[in-house]
């Protein structure tokens, strides 16, 4: 998806990217390297601190859910895109699962103990 860089959105508060403490488990054991949010929360190169473990943001980009595959999902810590929709709609509703919604694709490097 092409989309003009000085045309992003202005960045939320990284130590917001992620909250859930089954989300944070996940990603500290490296079965969880991405999260997609409807806002951007970093640039790559940002880092984040999670429970003493240093999370490095590798890429973002923007991505439409019709793009979303099986490796993204796994990416997010799910076995498929349909246990992931399930995951995203259990949460947020049924009507946020809009095809045409774009999202911010966080790609996070291997975390760090420190």
């Known amino acids: ?14 130590n917001k990217l992620v909250t859930i403490p089954e989300d944070i488990e996940k990603i500290i054991q490296g079965d969880k390297t991405a999260v997609r949010r409807n806002d951007r929360y970093a640039d790559p190169g940002d880092k984040l601190e999670l429970d003493g473990h240093t999370v490095i943001v590798e890429n973002v980009y923007p991505q439409k859910l019709r793009d979303i595959s099986d490796v993204d999902a796994r990416q997010e810590g799910y076995n498929s895109l349909k246990e992931y929709k399930q995951g995203i709609t259990s949460i947020h509703g049924e009507e946020v699962w809009d095809s045409d919604l774009i999202v911010w694709s966080h790609i996070l490097h291997t975390v760090q103990k420190g």
């Open 1 to 14: 998806m092409d989309f003009d860089k000085q045309q992003w959105p202005a960045k939320f508060d990284i």
